[in-house]
């Protein structure tokens, strides 16, 4: 690392401490922490000095982790953007979704999802009501599908956000369903297409780009998620989004036990199911007791296991989403009981939980419930013609730049510069680059260019399709 003045701050808790890192120093600047106590004030605040640094720890560490995500994931998620334009312009932003006070109950794919259906389901008269019957809403992670509809169970919203292909596990058996999504600009768009209900696209921005400006300029960009990195955390932020009643959630446990990492029916679960023979059985030690992981207490007191990506998911949920809970006995959104890892939201049992669904539901105006919104108050549906002249600009870009890396045309430092910063997406994603907040090497770099070179080939494709698509 090159050396950098020291600066000095005062800071009064964790929170400080991290933000002045990232605001005066940037990402990837650091590499560890080391405390060196100057004055005896640390043994009078030993708490709060350690405190901070574990918190610097922790920033500097997922600075780190995200960058590396980058590295490997950056370029999909850009091939992934570019493919699902080409959807969008046919499809709806969530913005055109309004539950308004209708309770909703948000699903994740955990072992503690089969208690939580099974106990619904039975007081529900033996099966959770079709969407038309039933008084609350139900928005689920796109892993939690199988086990849905293995219960006929009808989803009013599956949140889809994977990039990669192995997601496709999750739609095994559902297709047909006429289910609506609400996808991500960067999913996986193979998974856009295999549900033939609604689609409704949002977006969460993996990194900083200027091509995201250019997107939003162009009226292309669905509404924004805050980019939490699971599908369980972005599936409660769309729920309070779209809806202003209670929400209750239920299988986002962040912990798996010996035999049970998912629900059942799950994509997880059943391969597990399939590797079962004579020499491997159901009880997986070797997942649960490798590296890293640890024992912890559910919110019912039992022992279950986690391991640091679960719990800093977890936290991350505290961290999000507690400022939505209210001073008052009845805050907005609570947990379901289970196996799971405590939320720090309010834990109720299935039967509170069925009860709050149900008459929160019947204390609705039934002005509002009859009234029909339209899309186009909260959202405006984009047309060919603005896709199509949006990609025509991206390909001339690449061209250009194409052209003036290839030597077919004369070279301009100052213009290069330009079509480099305007093109980010093409190196975002290099290793001297990702997480740097928009870094680049100088336009004076031979093995730099050479690599956005070999970048330009591949999205002048996918932009032809959506072309022609549009």
């Given amino acids: 690392m090159d050396q950098a003045p020291i600066m000095l701050a005062k800071v009064s808790s964790p929170e400080e401490a991290c933000v002045f890192l990232r605001e005066n120093r940037g990402e990837r600047q650091f590499r560890r922490v080391e405390a060196i106590r100057l004055t005896g004030g640390w043994q009078l605040f030993s708490d709060l000095y350690s405190t901070i640094e574990a918190a610097l720890r922790r920033e500097i560490t997922v600075g780190w982790s995200n960058a590396m995500t980058m590295i490997r994931l950056g370029r999909l998620y850009a091939k992934n953007l570019v493919s699902n334009l080409a959807l969008y312009w046919e499809a709806d932003d969530v913005r ?31 099966k959770i009501p079709e969407p038309h019957e039933r008084q609350f809403k139900i928005i689920c992670v796109d892993s939690c599908l199988p086990a849905l509809c293995e219960r006929g169970i009808q989803p009013d919203l599956a949140v889809i956000l994977e990039s990669q292909h192995w997601n496709l596990r999750a739609f095994v058996g559902v297709k047909g369903r006429h289910i609506n999504a609400a996808i991500d600009l960067s999913a996986l768009p193979a998974t856009a297409q295999l549900l033939e209900g609604r689609r409704f696209f949002f977006f969460t921005p993996w990194t900083e780009l200027r091509f995201f400006s250019r997107l939003k300029e162009s009226g292309l960009l669905p509404e924004s998620l805050p980019p939490l990195g699971s599908v369980g955390l972005s599936a409660v932020s769309l729920a309070l989004k779209i809806s202003s009643g209670t929400i209750i959630t239920a299988g986002i446990d962040f912990s798996y036990t010996l035999d049970a990492f998912h629900a059942r029916s799950a994509p997880g679960h059943c391969e597990m199911e399939r590797r079962q023979n004579r020499f491997r059985s159901m009880l997986n030690s070797t997942g649960a007791f490798r590296d890293g992981s640890f024992p912890a207490l559910s919110k019912t007191g039992a022992s279950v296991r986690s391991d640091p990506a679960m719990r800093n998911y977890r936290n991350l949920y505290e961290q999000e989403f507690v400022g939505n809970q209210e001073l008052t006995r009845n805050p907005r959104l609570m947990d379901i009981m289970g196996t799971g890892l405590p939320l720090g939201v309010k834990t109720v049992s299935v039967e509170d939980a069925y009860k709050i669904l149900n008459n929160d539901a019947a204390r609705f105006d039934s002005k509002y419930k009859n009234e029909k919104k339209s899309s186009t108050d909260n959202s405006q549906k984009i047309t060919g013609h603005q896709l199509e002249s949006f990609v025509k600009r991206e390909m001339q870009t690449l061209s250009e730049l194409k052209d003036m890396l290839s030597g077919n045309i004369p070279p301009d430092p100052v213009r290069l510069d330009d079509l480099l910063d305007t093109a980010d997406y093409l190196w975002a994603h290099f290793p001297d680059c990702a997480g740097t907040g928009g870094r680049r090497p100088p336009g004076t770099d031979l093995g730099f260019l050479k690599r956005v070179r070999m970048e330009i080939e591949p999205f002048l494709r996918l932009w032809e399709t959506a072309l022609q698509e549009s």
């Fill in 96 to 126: 055109a979704l309004d539950f308004g006070p209708t309770p909703v109950l948000v699903l994740g794919a955990g072992p503690s999802l089969d208690h939580t259906l099974d106990e619904l389901a039975a007081m529900s008269g033996g």
